[in-house]
């Protein structure tokens, strides 16, 4: 299945003025570290990129929902052979809890 359909990832991001999101806690960087300082420039690098979005919460805090579907193997350059290319595992949570 993974080689069919790739891995698909979705982030919540808090605004930086937020103190911890309608889910509970921050476990990625806010959204304007990660992106750009304003909701318009954002969503143009997001667009950009090809990465779908949602905005959640009010307009003061929003909160950036994205969402990517990426090759779960790539080809290595130099030997050919088909690799494990996606980190599903450093995306959860519990991963950033226990780093």
């Known amino acids: 299945k993974l080689e069919t359909h790739g891995v698909t990832y979705i982030v919540k991001r808090t605004s930086r003025r937020s103190t911890g999101g309608s889910w509970g806690g921050r476990v990625f960087d806010p959204w304007e ?4 300082e304003t ?3 954002t969503e143009a690098i997001l667009r950009n990129q090809g990465i779908s979005f949602e905005w959640q919460g009010d307009s003061e805090c929003p909160e950036l ?3 990517v579907t990426v090759p779960a193997f790539r ?3 130099d030997t050919g052979d088909m690799c494990w290319f996606a980190q599903p595992h450093s995306q959860h949570k519990s991963y950033y809890e226990a780093h």
């Open 33 to 36: 570290d990660k992106f750009a």
């Open 39 to 41: 909701r318009a420039e």
């Open 75 to 77: 080809k290595h350059p």
């Open 65 to 67: 929902v994205t969402k």
